[in-house]
């Protein structure tokens, strides 16, 4: 990998640590202006719904200019989004009386919209840099690093609303520079802001890879019609349908299963908000850890052997209900978390080859992030409201690790029955993708 590779990964690194950062101190937000606690899922919620709503156009925006120049007027965005998110909390602002989670929840929302016209071009430039036979390694690289970010950045969000830590902080002073900002989680995104300034700044410096660019069409119709065809090839493709299944039903059960490990943490273990997010943390190394051996494990032909690991990790969850004791939280963190590492690394890798083939890596990706982002907001919106009719937590796990087990049980039959139908189509395609993973 050359110094264009890692420069990617640096702005990918500082952009994720200030996302998850950016959502604990959300919630400790929420949680200081005392907000109904269904809430708090909502702030992923409204962070997720522009990757839906707008994911006929961020492709094609990813694909009409190089993709470090899309990363810096997202990450732009994202930084717009959370200079809002400090000044939600002004009383002067809210000049229509609205309840006052409202503001955090729209400023979130902004952030939001910067993260999915970022996500294309994040995962796109990869395809247009790399040859074939590097995705499955580079993937690991930047999920790996990407993990690396979720477990600092969720740990430093605990870490900045911190008392302790906040109080240093706001005993700070700048002569000639006053602020509003009096708060632990106010302070919490004043410094995250900073993060996501780094990361604007790696992407003035991300190398041009010198593919054409489609000029951004500027009729909507065209470019949601253009969207719905390339839906229509990746989910009738008879490996990508398989790997969009797998990458959608993961990030959907992955943002459910942060929340769930929050309040877990909280009814379970007795822990604070500042110290459950370590909990969140320790999974992250455990995707970092899946992530490094899938690499080394699993070439890109391989990919679908490994859904079954996706079934078992279901009933590994499901056991989180017996743990009341934080040694061994933490073990079945990183146990839950290498499980998931190990099979989506994989199958992430073969989506983005089989979509790169198909439609190109822009439009790709943005058909990707529908989908999984669609399952964001229904699981999401699902885990609210057992939240709001006050399911007990453990309730909630059963259900959620049933859900993982029988949704990746059927994608294993699904493929099965693929394989029966359409064998020799099969084994051409991923013949296909081994002799372009094979090393030169």
């Known amino acids: 990998m050359n110094l264009g590779f890692y420069i990617i990964m640096a702005a990918q690194f500082f952009s994720a640590l200030a996302d998850n950062a950016l959502l604990i101190a959300s919630i400790a937000l929420i949680r200081q202006i005392h907000a109904p606690e269904q809430f ?10 522009s990757y839906v709503a707008l994911a006929a156009f961020v492709g094609a925006f990813a694909d009409s200019m190089p993709k470090g120049r899309v990363m810096l007027i997202s990450n732009s965005i994202k930084l717009a989004g959370c200079f809002l998110l400090l000044f939600s909390t002004v009383p002067a602002l809210n000049i229509f009386s609205l309840p006052g989670y409202v503001f955090p929840l729209a400023a979130y929302a902004i952030v939001g919209l910067g ?5 294309p071009a994040k995962y796109g430039i990869l395809t247009e840099y790399l040859p074939h036979e590097k995705l499955v390694i580079a993937n690991s690289w930047i999920e ?47 410094v995250i802001s900073l993060l996501y300034l780094i990361a604007a700044l790696f992407n003035l410096y991300i ?25 229509k090839l990746l989910w009738r493709d ?43 943390g320790v999974v992250a190394v455990g995707i970092a850890a899946g992530a490094v051996i899938a690499a080394k494990a699993v070439s890109l032909d391989r990919s679908v052997k490994v859904i079954p690991v996706g079934i078992v990790m279901g009933f590994v969850v499901i056991g989180m209900i017996f743990v009341g004791t934080l040694p061994v939280a ?37 058909v990707q992030n529908f989908n999984e982002n669609a399952s964001i907001l229904v699981m ?8 709001y009719l006050d399911f007990p937590i453990d ?10 087990c029988g949704t990746m049980t059927l994608v294993a039959v699904w493929h099965k029955r693929n394989m029966r139908q359409h064998g020799e189509e099969l084994e051409r395609l991923l013949k296909a993708a081994r002799s372009v993973n094979a090393p030169h």
């Open 115 to 119: 993260a999915a016209a970022y996500s």
């Open 238 to 280: 008879k490996l990508g349908q398989i790997s969009l299944a797998v990458t959608t039903l993961f990030w959907g059960a992955g943002a459910t299963l942060q929340f769930i490990v929050l309040k877990w943490a909280s009814s379970a273990l007795s822990l604070p908000l500042d110290k459950a997010t370590v909990l969140q």
């Open 380 to 387: 999401l919106a699902l885990y609210a409201l057992l939240i």
């Open 330 to 366: 933490l073990a079945m963190m990183v146990v839950v978390g290498a499980m998931a590492g190990f099979f989506v690394v994989p199958m992430n890798a073969l989506l983005q080859h089989r979509g790169h083939i198909l439609m190109g890596a822009g439009h790709s990706i943005a």
């Open 395 to 404: 309730a909630v796990i059963v259900l959620f690790g049933l859900f993982v």
């Open 40 to 49: 708090e899922p909502m702030l992923k919620l409204f962070f997720t719904v």
């Open 207 to 231: 190398p041009n890879t010198g593919v054409d660019h489609k000029p951004l069409h500027k009729n909507p119709m065209y470019l949601i019609h253009e969207f719905n065809h390339c839906m």
């Open 144 to 190: 790996g690093l990407t993990v690396g970010a979720i477990i600092l950045g969720t740990v430093l969000g605990g870490l900045l609303i911190n008392p302790t830590v906040t109080a240093a902080l706001l005993a700070i002073d700048i002569p000639g520079i006053e602020t509003s900002i009096d708060t632990g989680p106010e302070v919490a995104v004043a």
